[in-house]
Each structure stands twice: as C-alpha cells, then as structure tokens.
C-alpha cells in the first residue's frame, strides 16, 4: 500500500535524523546517490507538505435509471484554498455536493473530511460544514435578520457573535440596508448574497458553493468573489462558465 510506504519513508527519514543534523559536509564528500540524502529531501517534501482537509476517494454515482453522474472522482482540497469545479448541466457538479452533504449516498466510494468518513461520521461533518444550495433555500415570510439569527442559533452561535457575524457579512455583501426585508421582496442577486452569507456563517472549516453567483450581475459577482477571499476555510466552487472565476485572483486549483 503506497499510503504505508510513504509512512515508513517518513519515520525512516525521521530516525535518520541523527545522521542527517550538521552532516550538509559529509552529504557534499558523499555526492547526490547517499541513501541519506535521498531520506533527508523525503523528509523536507513531507514536512513542508499540506494535509488535505477534504480527500475523494474514488466517488461513483449511479442513478436508478442508470445515469452514471459520477464515475470515480477522486481528488484533495486544502484549507485556504478554492477547489472549482466547471462543467455544463449535467456534469455532476450538483451531484457531488448532494454526496458531501449527505443528501445522496454515493453508489461507491467514500470522502474523508478532517479525517473522519463521510459514511461512518456524516452527523459529525456536518457540524463544521456551510452550504450554498443551488436553488434558495429561503422562507418568502422571513426577513434577512430572521434568517440570520435562525442559522446562528442552529450553528450554535452567542446572539452577540450572531450579531456581529450578521453585521460584517451583509455590510460586506451590500445587503446590510435589507436587513428587515423579506426574502421574497430581495431580487434574485440579493437571495443569492443572503445564501452565501448563511453558508458562511459560524466560519465553518468546509464550505460547499453550487453555483453561488447565478443571478447576479458583475458588481454583485465581484463583491461575492471579495466576500469568499477573506474565508480561511476549505472551500468547493461549482460553476457552469469559467467566467464566473474570471474576477478571483486567489489561490485556487480547478
């Protein structure tokens, strides 16, 4: 097993240690085909190397009538980075984050988050996780602030963080003065805003966006890619179009 190799590579590389501190002189006389310079640039790559929060391992979807969705995504993602997935209707993109999320089982496969199995801990996962659906996940009868304070009280949050959380983000997304409006007064960018704010919310460490800024125009979509920018967290981009990503300059991987 390659996961185990690579364990062994780097507990040898760690016990070699003792041979490798100082030893740059002896590594010289010795030239690049010592086995313990070999041990020392495995332990440099290991310890300078990310652990990926979200891992794929081979995810397949098969529905009943026997669509394939998704024929065997495997892939990591990093905190502090954007993982896009671009691609036409059709393509899986909703698919996937149904599976992250547990609205739908995988046919085969599994996700590792922080470790912990999406089919063993999924109740656990979902406890750090904010989701952007879609399609509106709205109540029409219900303000802005409402929503607001009924997602801060789900995630467990203080009324004063709820408070503050609530200020910064809508300030952010220029939806602060619709604070008292109700959410099927707001236009279709603004609904989309007041998703992503709840998704965000909590700072959850994974964050799942399926096409966040549809409906909106380009102001909105820039102030939406601002708003992403300062979120720390593990984040899954889907979009149709690249050039929903066209206004973001931070690191990403697509």
């Known amino acids: 097993d390659k996961k185990y190799e690579k364990i062994y590579d780097f507990v040898k590389a760690k016990v070699c240690c003792r041979f490798l501190s100082g030893a740059e002189d002896s590594l010289r006389l010795s030239g690049n085909n010592d086995p313990r310079k070999k041990d020392l640039d495995l332990f440099q790559q290991l310890k300078t190397r990310k652990i990926p929060t979200v891992q794929l391992d081979v995810l397949r979807k098969v529905y009943p009538n026997g669509v394939e969705a998704l024929k065997g995504l495997s892939m990591s993602m990093y905190e502090g980075e954007v993982t896009a997935l671009l691609g036409s209707n059709g393509a899986g993109k909703s698919t996937t984050i149904s599976i992250l999320t547990g609205r739908l089982k995988p046919t085969s496969g599994d996700a590792r988050i922080l470790g912990k199995s999406l089919l063993k801990d999924l109740s656990l996962i979902r406890r750090g996780m904010g989701v952007c659906t879609q399609h509106d996940s709205l109540w ?9 304070v009924y997602f801060s009280y789900i995630k467990g949050l203080t009324a004063r963080v709820a408070v503050e959380e609530m ?9 602060l003065h619709q604070t008292d409006t109700l959410s099927k007064n707001l236009s279709g960018g603004q609904r989309r805003k007041l998703n992503l704010s709840l998704a965000l ?19 909105s979509r820039k102030d939406t890619w601002d708003f992403i920018k300062d979120a720390k967290s593990c984040l899954l981009y889907t979009s149709p179009s690249p050039r929903d990503l066209s206004t973001s300059r931070m690191p990403s991987s697509a």
């Open 167 to 175: 200020r910064t983000t809508l300030s952010q997304l220029d939806i």
């Open 201 to 219: 919310l909590g700072s959850p460490y994974f964050i799942l966006l399926d096409e966040p800024s549809t409906g909106m125009d380009p102001k």
């Open 140 to 148: 029409p009868l219900m303000t802005v602030k409402e929503h607001m």
